[in-house]
């Protein structure tokens, strides 16, 4: 920016994914489609001194489209861009997740012998918002992401080397302090207890927290745990045939009811 530009005489926004309209309804707040819709209406003009902070749902393709869109405008010289540094997303085998914009987690780090933080990464084609519209993000993506911060944590510094696992939820309590918005958000996770002594299960009980903008917003108490895949395969498949053997017997009940 500019040598003995004030404070004054800049315009700050946070730009965020289409996805998060209903958000972008306040003054300092722009998705991606309104800003380019801005700057070709002439809402900002060549001299005038940007900054546009990243928020939640972003992809490098659009912040391509926004730079193209500036140069275009002959505002880019003018402009900052200050894109959050989140950190490399958790893997499918540390998320157990498939699609990549389904990922919540990146920049997991450890900070301690049982203490863990990570940063939540929202894309706007995540599958729990693909049918929720409102100004800040559903409770259900919290416990979503509590979820993978322990699944992260699990495999990258528990589980046994090679060894395949599969994670069960025994419990879970959360508690939610303040709405969680699509701007940068840190997650923590305290490993409480964590019984690892035999390979064929780990058990394990934390607490993840969520914050944002220096608040508490949420935290999940859970207890979980690890089995090795081939042992929480026979455990399912001894359970799907009691479950059909029990409904197949009840068949003939309920046609006779009808």
């Known amino acids: ?108 780090e450890r900070l301690g012998d049982t203490r863990y933080r990570a940063a939540l990464r929202l894309h706007g084609d995540q599958e729990l918002l ?25 495999e990258r510094y528990y589980a046994a080397a090679g060894t395949h696992y599969a994670y069960t939820l025994g ?20 490993v409480l207890t964590a019984d690892v002594s035999d390979p064929e299960q780990l058990d394990f009980d934390v607490r993840i927290d969520f914050e944002q903008a220096g608040l508490p917003v949420a935290s999940v108490r859970m207890r979980c745990s690890a089995f090795r895949s081939a042992v929480l395969a026979h455990k399912e498949h001894r359970g799907a045939e009691r479950a059909t053997r029990y409904l197949l017997r009840r068949l003939p009940q309920l046609a006779a009811a009808e």
């Open 1 to 108: 920016m500019a040598v003995g530009v004030t404070m004054a005489d800049v315009t700050t926004l946070f730009l965020v994914g289409d996805r998060f309209a209903p958000f972008a309804t306040l003054p300092s707040v722009r998705t991606v489609s309104q800003f380019v819709a801005d700057v070709r209406g002439g809402v900002h003009q060549p001299g005038e001194h940007l900054v546009l902070a990243e928020g939640q749902g972003l992809t490098a393709f659009q912040w391509d489209r926004v730079r193209f869109e500036l140069d275009r405008a002959g505002l880019a010289e003018s402009t900052r861009i200050v894109e959050s540094n989140r950190g490399p997303l958790c893997g499918q085998a540390e998320t157990h997740k498939h699609r990549e914009h389904n990922v919540l987690i990146a920049g997991l």
């Open 130 to 154: 693909l049918d929720h519209q409102a100004s800040h993000v559903q409770g259900m993506v919290v416990l979503e992401a509590a979820r993978q911060m322990f699944l992260a944590v699990g």
């Open 171 to 190: 419990a879970m309590e959360s508690s939610f302090q303040a709405f969680l918005y699509p701007l940068d958000t840190e997650i923590t996770c305290e």
